[in-house]
């Protein structure tokens, strides 16, 4: 089992910043590829960015390129996703979610925080 606890939402203005952070304990976090989704009132759930378990591989939904940036600290076993830039189409609860398997040649995110909104005002 892994659990995963995300921090760091909150109100912000747009242009500012934020930084999320999803703390992972019970199973290796070092092995696991991890990834932050959002999901905003009415829309799916979709993938913002993601990280291989070594961090040398990244990926970025077109929305959030250049804006956004993902790392992982192994040692501490947390996962960040800084947010620059923000615009009020950014507002969505974010999630991050764990993956220890590969189906189909994509991560199978098994494992899920409980979520942290995020709200940028105009």
């Known amino acids: 089992q892994v659990q995963l606890v995300e921090s760091g939402g909150g109100l912000v203005q747009a242009g500012g910043s934020l930084r999320l952070s999803c703390a992972a304990s019970?199973?290796?976090?070092?092995?696991?590829?991890m990834g932050w989704f959002r999901q905003a009132p009415g829309k799916e759930r979709a993938l913002v960015a993601a990280?291989?378990?070594?961090?040398?591989?990244?990926y970025y939904a077109d929305s959030v390129k250049g804006r956004f940036t993902i790392s992982r600290d192994n040692a501490k076993k947390t996962v960040y996703l800084q947010m620059n830039s923000l615009k009020p189409e950014d507002t969505a609860i974010y999630y991050c979610?764990?993956?220890?398997?590969?189906?189909?040649?994509?991560?199978?995110?098994?494992?899920w925080g409980q979520g942290t909104q995020v709200t940028v005002s105009s």
């Open positions: 019970g199973r290796a976090f070092s092995s696991a590829h």
């Open positions: 990280i291989n378990w070594s961090g040398g591989s990244t």
């Open positions: 979610a764990a993956a220890y398997t590969v189906v189909a040649g994509r991560p199978s995110y098994d494992y």
